[in-house]
């Protein structure tokens, strides 16, 4: 079949070699993470807190990824039999596919 009729004269291609599909389309990814983190207290109370950042460049051409995470964490000692360990963490990330 060509062009809907059967028995047409089909396209003429040169034969040659052709570049790899998948050398145009695809691409060098590239991942690049940063990250903080401090912590501190005393002997009864502590604290942490943390920052980190993802940047991603997909293999795919148009994918993308943007990530922030934030983490805060408290500990206190109330008494000798009680204490209180608090943790948060929120991430925000934005995908492109």
Request: aromatic fraction near 14%; glycine fraction near 12%.
């Amino acid at each position: 079949w060509v062009n809907g009729v059967v028995g047409g004269t089909p396209v003429q291609y040169e034969y040659k070699a052709y570049k790899d599909p998948s050398e145009i389309f695809f691409r060098q990814g590239l991942i690049s993470n940063t990250s903080v983190q401090v912590a501190g207290g005393s002997d009864k109370t502590g604290f942490n807190a943390s920052f980190g950042y993802t940047d991603e460049e997909g293999f795919v051409p148009g994918n993308n990824l943007q990530k922030y995470n934030f983490g805060l964490g408290l500990n206190s000692a109330i008494s000798d039999k009680l204490s209180v360990n608090s943790s948060f963490t929120f991430a925000i990330t934005d995908l492109v596919s």
